[in-house]
């Protein structure tokens, strides 16, 4: 204390200059590496998502065309019915007698007094242009069963004998159909560096109709 009686205050002392830019420094270095590994992340997680979809859409397409395959040829009340009628590596027409009526129906749709049953009757196609496999019932219009698809191809055997099974030669001695199906990723993934950033997934089955050839 003063001889005046008052009090001596103490200049207050706040950060300097060098203090400061360290500061920001710190700060600058917590920010970057929060935003880095927040990318990360996110493309990871990107990636996964799509690769599911991917592993989805393939799934979804092999179940379809398995059950529907599996109906070639059914004619539970005899009739004529044409197991199948056009192959090749690319695709494949099948037909059905869904409804029993002793014949199959080739035109028409499901509400069509011409068709019943329009299901009796299922094209598969591969659109390699546009990575896609296609499906049409009877004449009806053409809808993509799955999209990102970079290969597609089927396969027919004769009835196995032992433990191989020989190409067939006709649609009317196929009794096995196999089915292979690689699917791509909607989008390239920058962290993958092969197959130009797009990851890939194939899915094979093999098909034995029981009703073709009888």
Known sequence: MSLGGKAKSRPERGFTLVELMVAIGIGLVVLASVATTF???????SAQEQINQMEQNLRGAMDIMSREIKMAGYKPNGGTVTGVVS??????????DVDGNGSTCTAGTMSSVVCS??????????DSANKKITRQVADGTVTTLAENISAFSFTYSQAQSGSTAAAATSASNIRQISIS?????????????????????TLSATITPINLGL
Do not use: F
């Open 117 to 126: 049953t329009a299901y009796e009757q299922i094209a598969y196609a591969y």
């Open 39 to 45: 990318t990360s992340q996110s493309r990871a997680y």
């Open 87 to 96: 192959y090749s590596t690319t695709g494949l027409t099948i037909q059905a």
């Open 181 to 201: 199906i690689t699917g791509q990723t909607a989008k390239p993934d920058p962290g993958y560096t092969s197959n130009g950033g797009y990851r890939t997934v």
